[in-house]
């Protein structure tokens, strides 16, 4: 089992945007030093839900403070770059770094972004198998030529070839953000492991893996293929020395970041969207993920894994909202946790 963060970044009531992705890159620091296993960073536009707009960007300062632990994107949101330029950043960071980067892709939502960004509603909606199967033989072929609806080119090396690392002949890992079957279909069919969200809990998780090895097989994908396909389950970590502590904590603090970054959201075609009620949704994240004592946090993982094979976890670590409470969440689940797991 391998446990890292999940940083979003979030700017809480109050506080400046600069204070919040100094927290971000602190956090993501002291992962390495407490022995997690990696760093996962998220990615928003216009939002104080999550401030960094470039999770690449941020995982290539990561990496560059860093010397062991796995940085990775959750996600690159793929709808609003071009293919191509986000798997020469992927291949660069991948060579530079030793093959300690990965790259978690995601549709997206029916953002303004797309608007800014000029990629267009259509993008969202029908334009995410053609973007993600344009990256992957960027990061796998020799040369490539744009032959779909949306980019077209012609036939062009590629520079820097990511099979060249010398930690594999396979390139940057590529995960995929599911939260649909037709997603998890996606996703399989190329023998791509999953990203799962945080507000789906073991069922629902354990459902989503039996259906993507179920396509997996019938893609023709190798018994070893499924067998080791290591899935992330995204979710929320606070660790105190009694649960109703750690459920306080993230009651107080979690709420108004919520309220604020969900309400910034706008749609790029004026649909309306319903909101989660953020005092109700906090507390159905700490019912279903690891939220409590260092015991508590320890038997909630094992449970998780072993009810739906996931094997990977990228836990928001900074729901406290505060940069000292974040590095002690974080060296607990190093110290208290990770030990027991192992």
């Known amino acids: 089992m391998r446990v890292g963060s ?16 100094h927290r971000a890159v602190r956090s993501a620091e002291v992962a390495e030093e407490a022995g997690l296993d990696s760093v996962w960073l998220a990615e928003h536009h216009f939002v104080p839900y999550g401030t960094c707009p470039s999770a690449v960007t941020l995982a290539a300062l990561l990496l560059g403070r860093t010397r062991r632990i ?7 949101v793929l709808p609003t770059v071009h293919p191509v330029a986000l798997g020469e950043q992927a291949a660069l960071l991948h060579l530079t770094s030793g093959g300690r980067f990965s790259l978690g892709v995601g549709r ?5 972004d797309l608007e800014v960004f000029g990629a267009g509603l259509k993008a969202y909606e029908q334009g995410f198998p053609e973007s993600l199967d344009l990256l992957m033989r960027w990061l796998r072929d020799p040369s490539v030529e744009g032959t779909g609806d949306r980019f077209r080119f012609r036939e062009v090396a590629v ?10 002949e396979s390139g940057p890992e590529v995960v995929v953000a599911c939260t649909s079957p037709a997603s998890v279909r996606l996703a399989a069919e190329r023998g791509l492991p999953m990203l799962l969200g945080m507000h789906v809990g073991d069922e629902e998780k354990a459902e989503m893996v039996a259906l993507w090895r179920r396509h997996a097989r019938a893609a023709g994908r190798s018994g070893d293929e499924i067998r080791d396909a290591a899935h992330v389950s995204a979710g929320v970590c606070q660790i105190a020395d009694r ?6 904590t993230l009651v107080k603090a979690m709420p108004g970041w919520l309220r604020q970054g969900l309400d ?6 004026g649909r309306a969207r319903g909101m989660r009620d953020p005092v109700a949704y906090t507390e159905l994240l700490c019912g279903l993920h690891p939220v409590g004592t260092p015991r508590l946090c320890v038997d909630r993982l094992a449970a998780t894994s072993e009810r739906t094979g996931v094997s990977r976890f990228a836990l928001l670590v900074e ?10 969440n ?3 689940l190093g110290s208290e946790v990770l030990p027991h797991l192992r």
Do not use: K, M, N
Request: hydrophobic fraction near 40%; proline fraction near 6%.
């Open 6 to 21: 999940f940083v979003l970044g979030a700017q809480f009531p109050g506080q400046g945007q600069g204070e919040a992705l």
């Open 70 to 76: 796995r940085v990775g994107t959750a996600v690159s």
């Open 108 to 112: 997206g939502g029916p953002w303004v």
């Open 159 to 168: 520079v820097p070839r990511p099979s060249e690392a010398l930690t594999d």
């Open 243 to 248: 649960r109703t502590d750690a459920v306080e």
């Open 264 to 269: 910034a959201h706008v749609t790029v075609d």
């Open 319 to 328: 729901g406290s909202g505060d940069l000292a409470a974040t590095e002690e």
């Open 330 to 332: 974080v060296r607990r």
